[in-house]
């Protein structure tokens, strides 16, 4: 599964309509350009494949009164609002994707109302759990990675990360629990995106052809 999917139709979602660039620029105020797959030409292609399979509606939109071609503004479809929360669901339960992936869903986590975030992230917890029981009918932790070569140094390796990640998860359980954040149906939601003409400190600045579009 690609984290760039998921982001895009997020910040589509997020604007209510926006233009590729729009997106772009959220994705990099987010500093998702340096940990996922989301650089300029992956946002202009995922726009336009997934305006074909319905995910997103392209309204192409009148140039400039100084000239310039015609701008294509996308609209998240019933469509792509269910594929964005079936995404959403699948990466913050699923504990074996890449971190892209993970760090992606927990960007949007507060679309979901707070009972059902927890709700997600308590199965998360659930599987690594499950994972951890198996590997570890073969591999003993306590014993060092040695018992096995250096090929230990990988079970490891996965051993930590998933203890690690389920120390983080059982964090994060603890302060949605707590009353942090505002999720959906609970108020005014954090705003993660740029509003029009605001300047992106984060901004890569490299020039693409799909920003005129």
Same mark, same amino acid.
């Given at each position: 599964?690609?984290?760039?999917?998921?982001? $895009?139709?997020?910040? $589509?979602?997020?604007?209510?309509?926006?233009?590729?660039?729009?997106?772009?620029?959220?994705?990099?105020?987010?500093?998702?350009?340096?940990?996922?797959?989301?650089?300029p030409g992956s946002i202009y292609h995922a726009l336009k494949q997934m305006a074909k399979q319905g995910l997103l509606h392209a309204h192409e939109?009148?140039?400039?009164?100084?000239?310039?071609?015609?701008?294509?503004?996308?609209?998240?479809?019933?469509?792509?609002?269910?594929?964005?929360?079936?995404?959403?669901?699948?990466?913050? $339960?699923?504990?074996d994707q890449k971190m892209d992936l993970q760090s992606a869903a927990i960007g949007f986590i507060v679309d979901l109302r707070r009972d059902e975030a927890l709700d997600l992230l308590r199965k998360r917890?659930?599987?690594?759990?499950e994972w951890r029981a198996a590997v570890t009918e073969h591999y003993i932790p306590e014993d060092g990675p040695g018992q096995l070569g250096h090929i230990g140094e990988i079970m490891n390796l996965w051993v930590h990360t998933a203890d690690s990640d389920a120390a983080?998860?059982?964090?994060?359980?603890?302060?949605?629990?707590?009353?942090?954040?505002?999720?959906?149906?609970?108020?005014?939601?954090?705003?993660? $995106?740029?509003?029009?003409?605001?300047?992106?400190?984060y901004a890569t600045g490299e020039p693409h052809p799909g920003d005129e579009h």
């Open positions: 599964m690609s984290a760039i999917r998921l982001l $895009v139709l997020g910040a $589509v979602r997020q604007h209510g309509r926006a233009h590729g660039y729009q997106v772009r620029n959220d994705l990099e105020y987010w500093g998702a350009h340096e940990w996922s797959n989301a650089k939109i009148a140039p400039s009164t100084a000239g310039g071609p015609p701008r294509t503004e996308y609209e998240i479809t019933d469509k792509g609002t269910e594929e964005f929360l079936r995404l959403l669901h699948e990466s913050l $339960v699923a504990y917890i659930r599987g690594i759990e983080w998860t059982r964090g994060l359980i603890e302060r949605i629990e707590g009353g942090a954040y505002t999720f959906a149906g609970e108020g005014e939601p954090f705003v993660g $995106v740029l509003a029009q003409g605001e300047e992106n400190p």
